[in-house]
């Protein structure tokens, strides 16, 4: 059974940081690339970082670069999003993607909430 597991989400003030961690089981994690999307209310999902299945390259939007850090752990089955310098603007639901060759397993997702 594919499961996908977000964790680390919360409220943080402007400024702040977060560390959110997908944890992965039910597949062979080290072969699927990874990415993490966020949905703010009342917008289109999008794209915030990617990684390639063995780490060696990784992309991220405009919004993200500079601040936030895509990193995985193929022994844990776990990809990793660092997020500094966070904005009110980052609010979102997040959530992680595997993907390979057209197979594409989501997470439920985890919130991320960015308030004074």
């Known amino acids: 059974q594919v499961q996908l597991v977000e964790s680390g989400g919360g409220l943080v003030q402007p400024g702040g940081s977060l560390r959110l961690s997908c944890a992965a089981s039910?597949?062979?994690?080290?072969?699927?690339?990874m990415s993490w999307y966020r949905q703010a209310p009342g917008k289109e999902r999008e794209l915030v970082a990617s990684?390639?299945?063995?780490?060696?390259?990784?992309n991220y939007a405009d919004s993200a670069k500079g601040r936030f850090t895509i990193s995985r752990d193929n022994a844990k089955n776990t990809v990793y999003l660092q997020m500094n310098s966070l904005k009110p603007e980052d609010t979102a639901v997040y959530s992680c993607?595997?993907?390979?060759?057209?197979?594409?397993?989501w997470g439920q997702g985890t919130q991320v909430t960015v308030s004074s």
């Open positions: 993607k595997a993907y390979l060759k057209g197979l594409n397993y």
């Open positions: 039910g597949f062979t994690f080290s072969l699927y690339a």
């Open positions: 990684i390639t299945s063995a780490g060696g390259s990784t």
